[in-house]
């Protein structure tokens, strides 16, 4: 620390009355550990996130590809890159099926997570450990829960078709994850359960901060039942489900692990998201710039989520 | 009375059962590493004749993969804290025009797609000869671990009354001093959340596994499962013990640690 006494002191920062005097003298080595306290995670911010950013800016606006690792050189190419994947057949193929994942998906891991919030309001034994163990799916790594569901979803022999042909439910087995017509609902399928274990922790601490109160008074105005929610659940609710609902678009619309683990896109295509599109460009085909075209792409869609998250959350960060 | 009580008893029934349909998939992730070996899934419901030849497979063909996954997740969560802990302080007790724009910062980073990232650390670390190494994969994983924990600490840390330190320092020590002496001790129940998830962040990562390595040599395990499910899957025990493998830190933080996770999951979210 440096010990630089300075007879000019700038505004004090914090600190009771008592101690201003000696703290004075310390303050510009105090200035420098602060900045010290956040520099690391600064740059680690910068790191992780600025320079990728800026990064995949560039890299969007160049033929960036595999003889750049080679030469070095990645000529500016302007907006071809971003003509190229918007030109691609798959490109609109992969926007509806990441509206289609996103809306599919989150609309009913809110419905089922409120559903079971709302159950497990109710007090009864053993609630608070089948809550907790409810967790488990949104602990498991993805690829982990990935490969569980290709053998439950497995054609011939899972579980899912043997149980549903023995019921008789249907005649033949159903190619979940082999036939592009039902695919995407059965990724969709999956993620939706990785997801409602999230939304049930979420939904239940928004509706235990509801006071009983407002139930109580309420009741007295006859507003039980289904009035009761929707007169006083569901305008309570309104800020923790607005904060769920975009936070859940912007976590989903970049989901890339569940669906390499169940389907890598296929079969014929037919679950290509921008996020897998963007990996295969870059990872597969070597072709970085129309990668990093792609995922700009994804950020800038995320980022009209992201001005909404932000205007969601800004209460609960002023405090 | 009765009735109330034969109603509670009638939620437990219906609870269990929610909670029986959702975890059924990790059932029967269990159940098929425990049968015998084939390209085929004819396990009953229940493993009558259990056989741990899945694992033995897997412990012999993952088992380093596991090692390496313990080592990246366990790096992930010295770095991260280490980063993490200060920072999350700061934000939390220093009065400054920065503090918003350091959260503004955190809360953006959440939008960044992990697939940018790796574009980027690709052709970075292919400079910097970091691809198929455990540090590589370790500073990526920060990025997952980092603003997390941040938030996770800064929350528990926003408590702690600026009295506290204050004391300390007018005894002299100086501003680091008191902060390892008094705020980390304290803090050790927010500090044990973030690690728990930092953990499970990283030992769950498959994006940097896949896209940052790009021979043998350094292979988590979620880049074994993945490799393992390939086009035709030929063990599906082997699979299913790896995946139940894969599974232990999440079920033990689950069991060990419960209190600590919805702490984690709210505070990670909303704040």
């Known amino acids: 620390m440096v010990h630089a006494p300075t007879l000019t002191p700038t505004t004090e920062k914090s600190g009771p009355e008592p101690a201003r005097r000696s703290r004075w003298r310390h303050h510009r080595g105090e200035?420098?550990?602060?900045?010290?306290f956040v520099l690391p995670a600064a740059l680690a911010m910068?790191?992780?996130?600025?320079?990728?950013?800026?990064?995949?800016?560039?890299?969007?606006?160049?033929?960036?590809?595999?003889?750049?690792?080679?030469t070095g050189q990645a000529p500016w190419v302007g907006l071809r890159n971003y003509t190229a994947v918007v030109k691609d057949q798959l490109f609109s193929q992969a926007m509806v099926?990441?509206?289609?994942?996103?809306?599919?998906?989150?609309a009913f891991q809110f419905a089922a997570g409120l559903a079971l919030a709302l159950f497990f309001r109710r007090r009864f034994p053993l609630g608070g450990l089948l809550r907790s163990l409810l967790?488990?799916?949104?602990?498991?790594?993805?690829?982990?829960?990935?490969a569980t569901w290709r053998s439950i979803?497995?054609?011939?022999?899972?579980?899912?078709?043997?149980?549903?042909?023995?019921?008789?439910?249907?005649?033949d087995p159903v190619p979940w994850l082999n036939s592009p017509s039902v695919a995407l609902?059965?990724?969709?399928?999956?993620?939706?359960?990785?997801?409602?274990?999230f939304n049930v922790t979420l939904l239940y601490a928004g509706l235990a901060e509801i006071p009983d109160e407002l139930y109580e008074a309420g009741q007295l105005d006859g507003a039980t039942g289904w009035r009761a929610f929707r007169y006083i659940t569901w305008p309570n609710l309104r800020a923790v489900a607005s904060v769920l609902l975009v936070l859940g678009v912007v976590y989903t619309i970049k989901v890339l692990d569940i669906i390499l683990g169940l389907t890598g896109g296929g079969p014929a295509n037919a679950t290509q998201t921008l996020a897998t599109q963007s990996y295969e460009r870059s990872f597969i085909d070597f072709k970085f710039g129309e990668g990093a075209a792609l995922s700009n792409i994804l950020i800038a869609i995320s980022l009209v989520f992201a001005v909404l998250y932000l205007r969601a959350t800004r209460r609960a960060i002023d405090e | 009375m009765p009735d109330t009580s034969l109603r509670r008893a009638v939620y437990t029934a219906i609870?269990?059962?929610i909670l029986c349909v959702m975890l059924f998939p990790v059932y029967w992730m269990v159940n098929a590493s425990l049968q015998p070996s084939g390209n085929t899934l004819t396990a009953g419901f229940l493993p009558l004749d259990p056989t741990f030849a899945g694992y033995r497979r897997a412990l012999s063909e993952q088992g380093q993969n596991l090692v390496t996954s313990v080592i990246i997740a366990a790096g992930t969560v010295v770095l991260c804290l280490l980063v993490s802990a200060p920072c999350a302080y700061a934000l939390s007790q220093f009065r400054s025009r920065w503090v918003g724009i350091g959260l503004l910062a955190i809360l953006v980073s959440q939008m960044i797609p992990g697939i940018v990232i790796a574009n980027a650390l690709y052709t970075a670390y292919e400079r910097l000869g970091l691809l198929n190494s455990i540090p590589g994969l370790i500073v990526a994983n920060c990025s997952s671990g980092i603003p997390f924990a941040i938030l996770i600490l800064r929350s528990f840390m926003l408590s702690l009354p600026p009295s506290l330190v204050e004391a300390a320092?007018?005894?002299g020590a100086g501003l680091f001093r008191a902060f390892v002496a008094i705020v980390l001790p304290i803090s050790k129940n927010s500090l044990i959340t973030a690690g728990l998830f930092t953990f499970l962040f990283s030992w769950s990562d498959f994006l940097f596994a896949l896209t940052l390595t790009t021979k043998g040599g350094v292979r988590p395990v979620t880049l074994g499962i993945y490799q393992y499910l390939g086009t035709q899957v030929q063990n599906w025990n082997a699979v299913m013990a790896t995946a139940v493998l894969s599974a232990i830190p999440a079920i033990v933080l689950l069991v060990a640690a419960q209190k600590y996770i919805a702490a984690g999951a709210i505070g990670g979210a909303v704040k």
């Open chain 1, 31 to 36: 200035d420098l550990t602060k900045v010290l």
């Open chain 2, 15 to 17: 609870g269990v059962l």
């Open chain 2, 169 to 171: 320092r007018v005894d």
């Open chain 1, 46 to 70: 910068l790191a992780l996130f600025g320079y990728p950013v800026l990064k995949n800016l560039m890299m969007s606006l160049q033929d960036y590809g595999l003889r750049t690792f080679f």
């Open chain 1, 185 to 197: 609902i059965a990724v969709i399928g999956v993620n939706i359960w990785i997801g409602i274990p």
């Open chain 1, 153 to 171: 979803l497995e054609q011939d022999s899972g579980i899912l078709n043997r149980t549903l042909t023995g019921l008789g439910i249907i005649d």
């Open chain 1, 135 to 146: 967790l488990l799916p949104w602990l498991l790594p993805l690829i982990v829960s990935s």
């Open chain 1, 97 to 106: 099926n990441t509206a289609l994942f996103t809306i599919g998906s989150i």
